[in-house]
């Protein structure tokens, strides 16, 4: 949609261009940023001129760039993870034309249950790369810095650089469901290595032990409600597919 509100629009080449100016709003792929009026926003500064490459390996590691799109990043060697990226991107419900605008970025900054950039990265591990505006930088992991919906660590003019994930040994386990065949995700659970992580029935990541889901899953405290599930069902649903993913990673083990 047209926003009407902007009427400034700045190129990010350099680190400097990133110091935002009163109105102005960072803008990634602009997939959500398009999609509803952004009251109080007057101008935006595009990060995808700074020309960071979508993605970079290190042993171990794999660096996203927070301006990889999704179709990038399905083409990055994730190793053990490659299906359960593809499940991830899958969970999107996106157009192949959305998933080449939308950033993987974008996703994490919006910090929507839904979100399955957030999950992916979560599940693996990922800790985000955040530029400072004093020119520095500070790292924290995908689970805290996704606090609830809409809501991140992100202080003004902070702008999230990268996320780094650790790839795993043998492949993650994945579980989705939604209402509809075609709906928004009202649960993600993902099992890699000891860890089993839950999205979209959660207001934020929740990371509990795949020894002992059930420990786990009673400590929730943030089971979320909208019109893809109420909390109660989110609950139910979930304890059903973190025990079918302990057991798959007990099995595998
Ligand atoms: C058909 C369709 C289906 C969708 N399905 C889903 C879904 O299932 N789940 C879901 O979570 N989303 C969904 N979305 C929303 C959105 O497309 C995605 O979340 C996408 O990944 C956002 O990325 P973007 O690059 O387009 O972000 P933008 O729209 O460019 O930006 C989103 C927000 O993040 C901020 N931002 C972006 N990058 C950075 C950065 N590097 N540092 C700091 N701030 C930044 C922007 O200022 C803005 O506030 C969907 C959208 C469409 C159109």
Redesign the pocket.
Known sequence: MDLPGVTSFRAARHRDDLALRPGE???????????QPQPGVTGLVD?TPLGWMPWETVPGRLRIA??C??AEALAAPWGAATAVARQCAE?????FK?QG??????????A???????SLTASLGGEVV?WTPDGGERREPVTSFVRGPGETS?APG????AVDVRLPAAPPVFRRTSLAPLG??SAVVIGAGDRITLTASTARPVVIDAADPDAGLAAVDCWYDDPHGPPDWRAAVTARLAREVAAELGRAA
């Not at 709003?25 to 999609?35: N, Q």
């Not at 969970?91 to 157009?95: K, V």
């Not at 605008?101 to 919006?110: H, I, R």
């Not at 929507?112 to 957030?118: E, I, R």
């Open positions: 709003r960072y803008v990634a792929g602009g997939t959500w940023l398009f999609s990060l927070a301006t799109t999704v969970s999107l419900l996106m157009s959305i605008l939308a950033t993987v970025g974008g996703n994490l900054c919006l929507l249950p839904a979100g399955a950039m957030t955040v992100l902070e702008v999230l650089r928004r995700s």
